[in-house]
């Protein structure tokens, strides 16, 4: 079993719908937990990060985090179709002077047709 | 301005071979790393490099061997090429306490035949 599960999706939704997201890892020493995206053929790029558990808010992108139940999800409100891509979480311990490293959920893909 | 490069793009190669992929960030950043992605997208963890030293090594057979020039380098040769090393390598870099926050590069595509 990995650390970290996703469902690969692909998860299709009309273009304004919300799109949710979210995995689950075994891991109690995750305390930082980032949502990566990724277009088709290109490189990862990070969209929101959160320390321990709670909420984010940024525009669109609402994170949580869930440590008691080693959940975590994305939503996407009023999604588009440029929103069409993979997206990956990724999850690491304590930031340490060096030495970190981020471990990766297999990613979702999404698809937000007009 | 692209902030992590990586170069080539395709890499199309026999097995056997030796070939190497460059990668070079203009952001000053102190720590680089290298991650394999499989044809499923699972994004892992190779090595990473902090100032020019070596930090992280995940189980990677030893035909990988990555090095760091300096700070704004790193670069992975490959030994003896196999048709499982085919897969997307991607570097990144970041500040060392800021290891959440990493930039990506473009991916450098290799399919062994």
Same mark, same amino acid.
């Given at each position: 079993?990995?650390?970290?599960?996703?469902?690969?999706?692909?998860?299709?939704?009309?273009?304004?719908?919300?799109?949710? $997201?979210?995995?689950?890892?075994?891991?109690?020493?995750?305390?930082?937990?980032?949502?990566?995206?990724?277009?088709?053929?290109?490189?990862?790029?990070?969209?929101?990060?959160?320390?321990?558990?709670?909420?984010?808010?940024?525009?669109?992108?609402?994170?949580?985090?869930?440590?008691?139940?080693?959940?975590?999800?994305?939503?996407?409100?009023?999604?588009?179709?440029?929103?069409?891509?993979?997206? $990956?979480?990724?999850?690491?311990?304590?930031?340490?002077?060096?030495?970190?490293? $981020?471990?990766?959920?297999?990613?979702?893909?999404? $698809?937000?047709?007009? | +301005?692209?902030?992590?490069? %990586?170069?080539?793009?395709?890499?199309?190669?026999?097995? &056997?071979? +030796?070939? *190497?992929?460059?990668?070079?960030?203009?952001?000053?950043?102190?720590?680089?790393?290298?991650?394999?992605?499989?044809?499923?997208?699972?994004?892992?963890?190779?090595?990473?490099?902090?100032?020019?030293?070596?930090?992280?090594?995940?189980?990677?057979?030893?035909?990988? *061997?990555?090095? *760091?020039? +300096?700070?704004?380098?790193?670069?992975?040769?490959?030994?003896?090429?196999?048709? &499982? +090393?085919?897969?997307?390598?991607?570097?990144?870099?970041?500040?060392?306490? &800021?290891?959440?926050? %990493?930039?990506?590069?473009? &991916?450098?595509?290799?399919?062994?035949?």
């Amino acid at each position: 079993q990995k650390e970290v599960e996703q469902d690969p999706g692909p998860l299709s939704v009309p273009e304004g719908a919300i799109v949710s $997201l979210n995995c689950t890892y075994s891991n109690s020493a995750f305390q930082y937990f980032m949502w990566y995206r990724q277009y088709s053929r290109k490189g990862p790029e990070l969209l929101m990060y959160t320390y321990s558990s709670g909420n984010k808010e940024d525009g669109r992108f609402t994170a949580q985090v869930d440590k008691s139940s080693k959940y975590i999800s994305l939503f996407i409100r009023d999604s588009q179709p440029s929103d069409s891509a993979t997206y $990956l979480c990724a999850m690491s311990g304590a930031i340490k002077a060096a030495g970190n490293k $981020l471990t990766f959920g297999g990613g979702t893909r999404v $698809l937000v047709k007009p | +301005d692209t902030a992590v490069s %990586q170069t080539p793009k395709y890499l199309v190669t026999q097995m &056997g071979n +030796d070939k *190497s992929i460059k990668c070079e960030q203009n952001l000053g950043h102190d720590t680089m790393y290298w991650y394999k992605q499989d044809s499923k997208k699972f994004l892992k963890i190779m090595f990473s490099y902090n100032n020019k030293e070596l930090i992280i090594n995940e189980t990677v057979p030893n035909r990988f *061997s990555p090095k *760091s020039p +300096d700070k704004a380098h790193l670069n992975l040769h490959i030994n003896s090429l196999e048709l &499982g +090393d085919s897969a997307v390598y991607f570097c990144a870099s970041s500040q060392a306490t &800021g290891a959440y926050e %990493q930039y990506f590069g473009p &991916g450098t595509r290799l399919t062994v035949t």
